[in-house]
């Protein structure tokens, strides 16, 4: 089982699931824009994760979903139940649908206007913040509710998600750190030798 990743993505946590669960695999780091990526996925963005079918799995929240289901005794997804198992699927989908795309005028200007003046990707981009901000306020209180954890007080693959897009305001004028149970979650995240070594392996 081969991951795609590219430093400091979203792939990241992929990675961080997989490690969680004892799986058996190998971390490739891609350019998701290189032609011979394109071909596992024609969207040209990673996570791409190939266990040998004949496409490679793409999108986080699936790929995601899919380290828990197949290593369910590492304890990573949902909790019995249809409402628990309902739950993780909308946190999922506002980590993927709400949080993620918050960011992208800020990562891609570019893609948001088709002025090309200096001011004018500025401008794209600080209309970022409040999008980011409103998504960031909703992930504090839902770790607030989870004791420290994104999902119903346990380590998830929503930790794993939430973490790795969390990081990327660490360059914006507010940070992680300015929200309190985020900024708890974030540095107890830290603490965990495989996100150290995700995070250090990653960045080689
Ligand atoms: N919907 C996709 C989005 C993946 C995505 O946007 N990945 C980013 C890294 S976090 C990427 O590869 N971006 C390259 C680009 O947009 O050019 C998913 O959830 O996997």
Redesign the pocket.
Same mark, same amino acid.
């Given at each position: 089982m081969k991951l795609y990743y590219?430093p400091?993505?979203?792939?990241l946590a992929c990675w961080i699931a997989l490690e969680w669960a004892g799986a058996d695999y190998q971390a490739v780091r891609a350019d998701?824009?290189s032609d011979e990526f394109k071909r596992l996925n024609p969207?040209?963005?990673?996570?791409a994760l190939d266990i040998g079918r004949a496409r490679a799995m793409?999108? *986080?929240?699936?790929?995601l979903q899919y380290i828990a289901d197949r290593y369910p005794q590492a304890g990573i997804g949902a909790n019995e139940g249809l409402e628990n198992a309902f739950e993780l699927n909308e946190t999922m989908a506002f980590l *993927?649908s709400d949080f993620?795309p918050a960011f992208?005028p800020f990562?891609?200007p570019q893609r948001y206007t088709t002025a090309t003046d200096e001011a004018s990707l500025a401008a794209a981009k600080e209309a970022a913040y409040a999008r980011i901000d409103r998504a960031m306020q909703h992930l504090d209180k839902l770790i607030a509710a989870g004791n420290g954890h994104v999902y119903q007080g346990k380590r998830s693959i929503a930790d794993a998600y939430a973490y790795?897009?969390a990081r990327w305001t660490a360059k914006l004028p507010k940070t992680w750190k300015d929200y309190p149970h985020i900024a708890a979650f974030m540095q107890r995240m830290e603490q965990d030798p495989v996100v150290q070594k995700v995070l250090a392996e990653s960045a080689k």
């Open positions: 590219a400091g993505t979203c792939a998701p824009h969207l040209a963005a990673v996570p793409t999108q *986080a929240p699936a790929i *993927a993620h992208w990562f891609f790795v897009m």
